[in-house]
C-alpha cells in the first residue's frame, strides 16, 4: 500500500522513468495493481520509438514517449496482454549484440 511507505502515485509513475533512464534501455513498462481486478500499464520509451500502438491497443492513450492503459483483469494477465502487445507491435531491435534477442550473430 502506497500510504504505507509514505509513497503517492507520481512517485510509483517516476519509476518507470528511472528504469527507462537506463542506458540500453528503449521501452519500459511498469504494472500497478489497482485493485484486484484492475492493473495500469504504464509504458515510456525513447527517441524514436513510438509506444502509442501499443498503448491504443490496450485500450489506453499515450503521446509519443508515454503512454499507459487500465486493463479490468488481474496483473498477471495485464502482464501477458503488455508483453505481447509490447512483442508484436514494437518493430525489432538490431543493436549489434549476439547475446540479445534481434542481435547479429556473427
Known amino acids: 500500500d502506497l500510504s504505507e511507505l509514505g509513497a503517492v502515485e507520481e512517485h510509483v ?9 537506463i542506458k540500453g534501455v528503449e521501452v519500459a513498462v511498469l504494472l500497478r495493481e489497482l485493485a484486484p481486478d484492475e492493473t495500469r500499464v504504464v509504458f515510456r520509451s525513447r527517441g ?5 500502438p501499443i498503448a491504443s491497443a490496450l485500450g489506453g492513450s499515450s503521446k509519443k514517449n508515454a503512454g499507459s492503459a487500465v486493463l479490468t483483469c488481474p496483473l498477471d494477465e495485464a502482464r501477458a496482454m503488455a508483453i505481447r502487445a509490447t512483442l ?7 543493436n549489434g549484440d549476439a547475446t540479445m534477442p534481434g542481435g547479429n550473430a556473427e
Open 88 to 94: 508484436e507491435l514494437l518493430p525489432p531491435v538490431d
Open 48 to 52: 524514436n520509438v513510438a509506444i502509442g
Open 13 to 21: 509513475q517516476g519509476l518507470v522513468n528511472h528504469v527507462r533512464g
